[in-house]
């Protein structure tokens, strides 16, 4: 289990989740490069892992909704939790699987976080340790310092939880094939045979999120793979249905913590990073 990981068969995808599970180290790294378009069968862990999407997008799939995994983030799954994945663009994936008791204090919920630089160095330095023999001396320390820094990673609001009510579910659905700026409380609604009142108590519960919230935030899924893809902010906030893009970069700011084009480059420079790293372990 040295070196980098490309696709594989799925019985070796199969042989490589037996063995994370049977491994006896309290913290593991492994690499993994998919293309785009890739579609990881689901499947769960008895450790937790640290999925950290160095380069491309990830979209995780849960029973509780989707979980977007841009590049320079990770997203926290708990061990037991049953998950799938796709890949939109080429992704290098680098993941952390740990065993649930290795320290208290670490997170019992799925979040996506921002992987900070040092997170994001200590990852990378992971990927290159042999996994054949216990960690001892500085690499011990690497892999402490990494259980220690996950509970201090930043969350963001990059989870699209999904109702149970199945009226709501196949509005969200409609609604992700067709995303737009402009659905209201009523038209939903109303589309849903419930009172504005009823409607507006009925989505908050299920999913945690006011409806304009969680449009928001479907939107923003929408945008990150098209910007990640190359094509111009202004031609995906019009096409989302956004009437300026002022508006859209509001919007995106308030989600992300930074304008489109900061997000961008941070991501191109992850993707250098990759490479640079894909050429010193090869």
Known sequence: MNGRSVMQPLHVDRQRREWIDSAQAAVIALPADYPDGHHVTRHRHTR??????????AMVHTDSGRWMVPPGHAIWLPAGIDHAVDMLGDVAMR????HPAAIPGLPQDLRVVAVTSLMRSLIVEA????????????????????????PRLPERPLALPFPANPQLVALCRRFLAEPSAHVTIDAWAKAAGMSRRSFTRTFQRETG?????????????????????GEPVTLVALDLGYESIAAFITM????TGEAPRAWLKR????????????????
């Not at 993941?95 to 740990?98: E, L």
């Not at 990927?127 to 996950?150: N, S, Y």
């Not at 999120?209 to 893809?229: G, N, V």
Request: charged fraction near 20%; hydrophobic fraction near 55%.
């Open 209 to 229: 999120l006011s409806l304009s919230l969680w449009r928001q935030q479907a939107c923003l899924f929408a945008a990150l793979p098209r910007l990640a893809d």
């Open 48 to 57: 937790a892992q640290l999925l950290y999407a160095l380069s491309g997008v």
């Open 252 to 255: 995106f700011r308030r989600m």
């Open 95 to 98: 993941s952390v699987y740990v």
């Open 127 to 150: 990927m290159a340790l042999a996994r054949d023999v216990p960690a001892a001396g500085r690499d011990a320390l690497l892999l402490d310092l990494i259980l220690h820094e996950i």
């Open 267 to 282: 991501g191109q420079r992850a993707v250098a990073a990759g490479e640079r790293v894909a050429i010193t372990q090869a």
